[in-house]
């Protein structure tokens, strides 16, 4: 299950510094998922079968000394709470006997509202949980509904004061543009998210995604709205939640992510600068680089080999997604090996996507609602 060989190790290699650890069980598949998750019960044969599966890689990497630079844990999905506490337990265990799981490694734990108890808040603590990270995506019973949440959200407000009995770094998602919901309706959404004090908080734009329960609505036109109307409405949505968000204490430090400060989710930062990432479990992505190439692999197959040239304009892509954006320094460095760098990033200026702030090139308040925009003309250099 782990990538030991997915390649050879790189001469060179730089060591992984964040490890993503999936869990890829659910109690049901939601309308919009099209991710590597399947519906299972959670008293399955399969789910405890998984987790022996896991801690053996968890171990064979430890003994191949992978484990030793992380900095960063995330478990994810799926939905890790759904396989229970035991099952957990153990695997929290296991990780805590392979690698320093100290209290300042920031460890990650997603989190759906209906499979929370208050045994494993207590217990995810103790084992070296530092964070939770809440699926919610709406506080309106109706929209939840659409998107087919196994959850309602008083289970999420309930969920929420749960986790609060042992953790203050708590992160929450919401998804907006989707079908049947109005902008009032999302800004009640944010306003329940500030006032249940989490920490952190992320807007994603609904993306309706080939071989889900709702592209098949979408194309049997099932809902009053096209997917342009629903980009539109997103575009607005996002709007209102920095204005909300911002007015409240938080700060926009990525694309989709707002957090007070202190409470930067420090995992998805190492994916936005280039660090290199160890994924456990199945489909799970793993990221090796050294001084000439980056290699992306899962399931012990390569995915994505580039170039030190290809993963410098990377870096620069994934650079854009901050808030902090890129140095002009480093941006004339990848033009000595990259030509059309500059006068890429010129052309951004103009468009209006990007600014030049102390000595810095930032997305603009229009670069953050058509980043992809931004994504797609950097990613055309390599």
């Known amino acids: 299950m782990i990538d030991l060989p997915g390649g050879e190790v790189l001469e060179g290699q730089q060591p992984y510094e964040a490890l993503y650890i999936h869990i890829p069980f659910c109690k049901s598949k939601c309308a919009y998922c099209d991710f590597a998750s399947e519906a299972i019960s959670a008293d399955d044969p399969r789910i405890e079968a998984y987790i022996d599966e896991l801690i053996l890689s968890i171990r064979a990497a430890s003994r191949a000394d992978l484990l030793g630079d992380l900095k960063t ?3 994810g999905g799926g939905t890790p709470t759904h396989i229970g506490n035991k099952q957990l337990s153990r695997l929290l265990y296991a990780l805590s006997l392979s690698m320093h799981l100290t209290p300042e490694v920031e460890c990650t734990l997603e989190v759906n509202p209906e499979s929370l108890t208050e045994a494993m808040v207590k217990d995810l603590f103790a084992l070296g949980v530092t964070r939770l990270s809440f699926g919610v995506q709406s506080f309106d019973d109706a929209v939840l509904a659409t998107l087919g949440r196994a959850h309602d959200a008083e289970q999420a407000r309930k969920a929420i004061e749960l986790a609060q009995l042992r953790f203050e770094n708590i992160s929450l998602d919401l998804m907006c543009g989707i ?12 306003e329940e998210a500030l006032s249940l004090g989490v920490a952190h908080v992320s807007i994603y734009p609904l993306t309706i ?3 889900t329960r709702l592209r098949d609505l979408m194309d049997r036109s099932a809902f ?5 109307a629903l980009s539109d409405a997103a575009a607005e949505m996002m709007v209102c939640a920095e204005e909300l968000l911002v007015a409240h204490g938080f700060h926009r430090y990525e694309v989709a992510s707002y957090a007070r400060a202190g409470f930067e989710c420090e995992h998805n930062k190492m994916y936005w600068t ?6 456990i479990g199945h489909a799970a992505v793993s990221m090796k680089q050294n001084d000439a190439s980056r290699v992306r692999f899962s399931d012990g197959h390569v995915q994505e080999a580039l170039t030190h040239e290809q993963a410098l304009v990377e870096d620069l892509m994934l650079g854009m997604r901050m808030s902090r954006g890129v140095s002009a320094e480093k941006v004339q460095a990848v033009e000595a090996l990259v030509p059309n760098t500059r006068s890429a990033f010129a052309i951004l200026e103009e468009k209006g996507l990007v600014l ?4 810095r090139f930032v997305p603009s308040e229009k670069g953050w609602l058509y980043g992809n925009e931004i994504f797609a003309a950097l990613l055309d250099l390599a």
């Open 73 to 75: 844990v995330y478990i």
């Open 179 to 190: 079908p049947g919901q109005s902008i009032d309706s999302f800004r009640s959404s944010v």
């Open 209 to 211: 995604e080939e071989g």
């Open 224 to 228: 009053v709205e096209s997917e342009d």
């Open 274 to 279: 280039g660090k290199p990432y160890l994924g």
């Open 356 to 359: 030049q702030r102390a000595g």
